[in-house]
C-alpha cells in the first residue's frame, strides 16, 4: 500500500505507512465511517506516500460526542493540575525520544529537510508541550475587593476562577505539520480542554503518529481525538458543530473568514493565526555580515512557507545593491533537494497545488516588471521543487508585494528616507510579523511601537519560543499563541461573589 520502501526511509516510519493510517476516536484507532480512504504524497518525488482514512461530517459527529463525553463526564476533569501537567511532559518526553523518526515522517510528508525536522520542529514542539505542562498548575483566578454602592455595610468575597473552553476543534495547516499540533494541543490540555484534530490533507501522518504517543502517555480517551480529511467536508463540519466550544484554526486568510462564519451558529470562540506579508527593514547602519544571511533566511527558511516570511525585503538606498546580491547570492547557493538527502537545504514546496500557485505568482510578477536576480523557476522535473528567487524592480501595488507568495520567493525595494518607510512597511492587510536591522538602538526600539505586527524581530529573524506570544494584527488573525497569552484563548473567566456580612 505505501511506497516502495528506500533503504534511506527509518524502519519504524516504513512500518507505519506501509498500512492505511486510521483516526483516533475515543482512545480507538478507527476507519472512517464511509470507509473511504484519501492519499498523502511525498513532495519530492510525487509519489504517493500513505494512505489515511478520509474523515468527513460523520467522523467529525463521532470525534465531538467522544470530546464532548471526556469533558463533561470523563476522569480528565477530575484530574488534578498537576496530573495534567505530567501527562502533557509525559508526550514531550516520548516525543523527544522519537525525535528520529518524527523528523523522517515530517521530511517525507512535508518535504522538509529531515536535518531540520530534526533540528527546529520536533524539538520546539517537545518544549511547547514541556512549557504547556508547566502551566497546567499555574492558571489562576484572583480575588477582588468589591464597593458595592447600593448595599452600605455589606461585604463580599469575590473571586475569579479560570475554567477550561470545553470542546475545542482544531484545525491545522501543513506547513510545520507536528509543530502547529503541538502549538494547538499544548494549551487545550494543560487547561484541560478536550480536543478534537483536524490535520492538514497534504500532511496527515506525524499528528497521526502523535496519537499513538498520546494514548501511550495514558490520557484518558476521548481527550484528544484525530479526524484527518479535507477541510471543505471533515474542517468545515468541525467549525460549524454545535457542540464545539471553541475553534481554533491556522491557514490562509480566505479559510479563515469562512470558520468565523461557521462559528457563528452556536457562537463558538475563535481564535485564527493567518497569513502574512511580512516587512523585513534594513537600514544602512546595520550589520550587514549578520542582516544578509539573516534577510535570506527570513525568506527561504521552511522554502517561504511561514506565515511570518520576510517576503518584503526593505532595504536603504545606499546599502540596497550590497544587501540585495547578498541575499540573492545566498539564494543561488542554496542546495535544493530531497528532504532526506543529508546536502539539502531547501526541499520541495508541499504539494503540486501550492508549486503552482507560487509559479502563478512569479509569472505575474515577471509579466508586471519585476525582475529575477535569483531563481524565478520551478526546479527539476519530478517533485514540487521551486527555486530561491529575488525579485527586483518590484513596485508597492503589484501582485508579489501585496498578496501572500507561501513560497521561496521575496520582493526587494529600496528606500531612501527612514521616515518613509514605517507607512510602507504598515501598507498590508495583514500584520503578523515585522523585522528591522539597524545598530541604532533607539530607531528600533522606534520602529517596533511603530510596526503593526505582532511580532517584531529586531537583528534576528524567525526566532520561536514557546514563552513568546505570536499572532497577528489585521488580518493576520484573532488571539495570540504560545506564552501565556495562549491561556486566555482556552479558559473563561468565572466571577464569583458571596456576600459574608
Ligand atoms: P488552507 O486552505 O487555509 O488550509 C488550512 C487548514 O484549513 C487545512 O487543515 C485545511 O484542510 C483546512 N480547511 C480548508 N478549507 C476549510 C473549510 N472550508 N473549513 C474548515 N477548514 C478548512 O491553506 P492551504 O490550502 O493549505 O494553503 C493555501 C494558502 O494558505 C497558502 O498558500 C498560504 O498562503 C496560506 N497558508 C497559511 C498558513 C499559515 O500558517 N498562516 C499555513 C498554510 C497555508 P485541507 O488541507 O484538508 O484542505
Ligand atoms: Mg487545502
Redesign the pocket.
Known sequence: MGIAVSPQIHPQVAEFIDQPRKMLINGRWVNAASGKTFPTYNPATGEILAHVAEGDREDINQAVKAARNAFDNGPWRRMTASQRGRLIWKLADLLEQHTEEFGYIESLDNGKPLNIAKAADVPLAVDLFRYMAGWATKIEGNTIPLSVPYTPGAKYLAYTLREPVGVVGQ?????FPLL?AAWKLGPALATGCTVVL?????TPLSALRLGDLIMEAGFPEGVVNIVP????T???A??AHPDVDKVA????T???K??VH?AAGNLKKVSL????KSPNVVFKDADLEIAIPGSASAIFFNHG???CAGSRLYVEKSVYDQVVEGVAEAARKIKVGSGLDPDTQMGPLVSEE?MN?VCGYLDAGLSEGAKAIAGGHKAGDRGYFVEPTVLVNTQEKMKVVQE???GPVVVAMPFTDPEEIIPRANNSDYGLAAAVWTRDIGKAHRMAEQLRAGTVWINCYNIFDAAMPFGGYKQSGWGREMGHDVLNLYTQTKAVCTRIA
Open positions: 484545525i491545522i495547516p501543513w506547513n502547529m483536524k490535520p492538514a490533507e497534504q480529511g479535507y477541510g471543505e471533515a474542517g468545515a468541525l467549525a484554526f491556522t491557514g490562509s480566505e479559510v479563515g469562512l470558520i461557521a493565526e493567518l497569513g502574512g512557507q511561514c506565515c501550492q500557485r501572500e507568495i507561501f
